[in-house]
């Protein structure tokens, strides 16, 4: 199957060979943080060192969701449909209300300010949890540089009285995440100090309690490159970025196979029709191809 390297029989019944890789859009600086729109069919990511988020739709195309969009990175919905993004430049977590307000929930933790937040996700409670590396205010290439107040940390944000707890602080450089479809599991990916050798990366697996993580261990290590950002699909697997495409690995760990892409991939997305469409943010390019599985089901 051209395209695709089977490591587990049981990933050919995942991908397509009539379903081609396709390119909806190129000439980004660095794409990230894709999250779809079911109900305006239609997909945002941010072209981040351009400092703006791209809107792309089968009926409209590509078109500028918003800039300047103060270095803003990942991205996810709420439980009532409302954007919430991860901004750089601002150091925080905000949300796009339907009227267009954008409004800050998080931009400090016990008097000190964020580092850059960098990916996001909402739980089924509504409660907010996301990653909070160095990396955005390490260059200016990003959001500029800043000094850093906190470590590296996994945040739980309850939107409904503003309270943000540390729930993971062990981390070299905290990055994408996402919940098993049950929402019982935490998975983040750990991609380590930028600027050293031999940087710590790989995806870890944290079990979820009511307002926290424990029993946290190492669930896969990526290669070539590391994890950046992923999803999981409707039976639990995980669908990862990696530095030759896209990787996917069952519940266990077990890397099942591979989607080739021409670059490297930062971060992905399910959406389309059924949720069958990956959405692949890829240094400058965005990618998509339909697989045979859906994304587990999200706003």
């Known amino acids: 199957m051209d395209g695709f390297v089977i490591h587990d029989p049981r990933f050919r019944a995942y991908v397509l060979p009539n379903a081609p890789l396709e390119t909806l859009g190129e000439g980004f600086r660095w794409c990230e943080g894709p999250v779809w729109f079911a109900d305006r069919g239609e997909l945002l990511f941010s072209d981040l060192p351009n400092d703006r988020v791209m809107r792309w739709s089968a009926s409209g195309g590509l078109s500028v969701f918003r800039q300047p969009a103060n270095f803003e990175n990942g991205h996810a919905r709420d439980r009532e449909g409302r954007l919430l993004s991860c901004s750089h430049r601002g150091r925080c977590v905000t949300r796009t209300e339907l009227d267009g307000r954008v409004t800050v929930l998080a931009d400090r933790y016990r008097g000190k300010r964020l580092n850059s937040p960098n990916d996001i996700v909402c739980r089924s409670d509504g409660t907010i949890w996301f990653t909070d590396p160095p990396y955005g205010i390490q260059t200016d290439y990003e959001g500029g540089k800043q000094d ?68 946290g261990r190492v669930f896969h290590r990526v290669e070539p490159g590391f994890a950046d950002g992923f999803r999981c699909d409707e ?63 999200l706003l």
């Open 148 to 215: 850093s107040e906190l470590p590296a940390t996994v945040y739980r944000l309850d939107p409904r009285d503003g309270a943000l707890s540390a729930v993971a602080d062990d981390f070299q450089g905290p990055n994408g995440l996402c919940f098993s479809p049950d929402e019982g599991l935490l998975y983040i990916a750990e991609s380590g100090l930028q600027f050293v050798e031999d940087p710590l990366q790989q995806i870890r697996v944290f079990e979820v309690a009511e307002t926290g993580l424990r029993a």
């Open 235 to 297: 039976h639990g697997n995980i669908w990862s970025s990696a530095g030759d495409g896209v990787h996917c690995i069952d519940p266990s760990g077990a890397l099942l196979g591979r989607i080739l892409v021409p670059s490297t991939v930062s971060n992905l997305a399910f959406g389309g029709r059924d949720l069958s469409r990956l959405f692949l943010c890829a240094s400058h390019t965005l990618y998509a191809i339909t697989v045979n599985v859906r994304g587990a089901r």
